[in-house]
């Protein structure tokens, strides 16, 4: 069956923009993770998601936001961009919840920040 | 700060030779997971263990974990060139919440010559 797919997998904003990445998960996968990673700061958790609500968020500013659609798919926002959110941004899904079952991660997005 | 700090940062190796990869974590765990990342990718589920657990195999890969000295070690055996990557460890905290947080690792860099 597919995987976690990503969208778009690169693109490239200007400092004060919004973006708006996409998430599907698997197939009857009902939890939605999203990680930021950059070579300074490592792979950090930013958000979960179950069943459309928020179970989980890191500590990123009021500026990363996400929601989940009923039919499990997510989509993460950052607004008012900064130089500094520049990263790959992953995805990840599993079936009941990050909590002691496998995550399976999709390509990510690699965002740039001009 | 991490929850998971892996060591070596880098590894380089010969081909066919066994790499050794090393996780120590700071607080009380319900699994840890090993992933491999390569280059600009996304993240691939390698194995889960749990903490009731002292070692797993899968293939080439051997896991064990030391709930004592809070410490976790990968082994892969007859090392291939396809195996160069990053290799993160992932520790799923007791105690943050009922949704506890995947808490990734700063990841080895293994190369293999060959």
């Known amino acids: 069956k597919a995987g976690v797919t990503q969208t778009p997998r690169y693109l490239i904003k200007t400092r004060g923009q919004q973006v708006t990445l996409s998430c599907s998960p698997i197939s009857g996968h009902r939890s939605v993770s999203w990680y930021q990673q950059t070579p300074g700061q490592g792979l950090q958790f930013l958000f979960e998601y179950f069943s459309e609500t928020q179970r989980n968020k890191g500590n990123f500013p009021g500026r990363f936001s996400g929601r989940q659609f009923s039919n499990s798919r997510s989509e993460m926002n950052v607004s008012t961009l900064e130089l500094g959110d520049s990263a790959l941004y992953l995805c990840?899904?599993?079936?009941?919840?990050?909590?002691?079952?496998?995550?399976?991660f999709g390509e990510g997005s690699w965002l740039t920040v001009v | 700060s991490q929850q998971g700090e892996e060591d070596p940062q880098a590894l380089s190796i010969q081909e066919g030779e066994n790499a050794t990869m090393n996780c120590s974590y700071k607080t009380s765990i319900n699994n840890l997971q090993w992933y491999r990342q390569n280059s600009g990718r996304g993240l691939v589920h390698l194995i889960l263990i749990r903490s009731n657990e002292r070692e797993k195999h899968s293939g080439r890969l051997r896991v064990t974990l030391d709930t004592s000295k809070k410490s976790s070690s990968l082994l892969i055996t007859a090392s291939r060139a396809a195996d160069t990557a990053s290799y993160f460890c992932?520790?799923?905290?007791?105690?943050?919440?009922?949704?506890?947080?995947?808490?990734f690792g700063s990841g080895t860099r293994l190369s293999i010559r060959p």
């Open positions: 992932a520790t799923d905290a007791v105690g943050y919440s009922s949704a506890s947080k995947i808490i």
């Open positions: 990840a899904s599993s079936l009941y919840g990050s909590t002691g079952n496998t995550i399976y």
